[in-house]
């Protein structure tokens, strides 16, 4: 059975740290994966990692794709209270379906 | 915002009913995803639409049915409902039809009583 997860299920950092977010999956016909950003409704869009595109960076955030050991991480540098949220990991196949991880809840402390 | 609009915002019901939530993509848009977001299951895939045709189809139950009209708007049907279906449900578009960025609408939070 196809499955996305992530860890940690939580985090709580201060502002200025460095966190590092993990996604693993096990999906047939595997076609993207993506990170979005949860806060207090909709899911924003973050990055889309293909294999013609394995890493995107986009200010503090940064992503990299691992094919090889089917997992991906989000990076975010020097952290803000604005980046509090939840980080959802989803896997995207050919035949159009997703699969969501069950998220990241990032804290930032001022 | 992204574009994407759902109505009604919040839907009570009783168990045993039918509602419909509607969605209207972002203008250009071809393609439109239905989601489950609820505590324990978290976001659940449930249908696709591209350009008025079911594309993909994830863990949508036989109760659930959804429809993508030539305006490009879609409506989720769900019926005979039961506690367990009290969730936020999200509606997305994106440009095509494969899972590249999909953009997400407020959802439309429903209660069944």
């Known amino acids: 059975e196809d499955k996305v997860v992530q860890s940690p299920l939580s985090l709580v950092v201060h502002e200025g740290d460095t966190v590092t977010l993990n996604c693993s999956y096990e999906?047939?016909?595997?076609?993207?994966l993506l990170w979005y950003k949860q806060e207090k409704k909709a899911p924003t869009f973050l990055f889309m990692l293909?294999?013609?595109?394995i890493e995107k960076k986009s200010g503090r955030l940064s992503s990299i794709l691992d094919k090889k050991e089917l997992s991906s991480i989000l990076n975010i540098t020097a952290t803000q209270t604005g980046d509090s949220a939840i980080y959802l990991c989803?896997?995207?196949?050919?035949?159009?379906?997703?699969?969501f991880g069950a998220g990241t809840r990032l804290t930032v402390k001022p | 915002d992204s574009g994407v609009t759902q109505t009604p915002k919040h839907l009570i019901t009783a168990t045993g009913q039918r509602v419909t939530l509607r969605c209207s993509p972002r203008?250009?848009?071809?393609?439109v995803y239905w989601y489950q977001q609820s505590l324990d299951q978290g976001l659940q895939f449930l249908i696709q639409?591209?350009?008025?045709?079911?594309?993909a189809k994830g863990n949508i139950l036989e109760r659930f049915s959804a429809q993508q009209f030539p305006d490009l708007h879609s409506e989720l049907n769900l019926s005979s409902l039961e506690l367990g279906d009290s969730a936020l449900y999200f509606c997305?578009?994106?440009?095509?039809?494969?899972?590249?960025?999909?953009?997400f609408g407020p959802g439309t939070r429903l209660t069944v009583l």
């Open positions: 997305a578009s994106s440009v095509m039809h494969s899972t590249d960025t999909q953009y």
């Open positions: 999906v047939t016909n595997f076609r993207s």
């Open positions: 293909t294999s013609s595109g």
């Open positions: 989803a896997v995207g196949t050919v035949y159009n379906d997703m699969r």
């Open positions: 203008s250009g848009d071809l393609s």
């Open positions: 639409y591209y350009n008025g045709e079911e594309r």
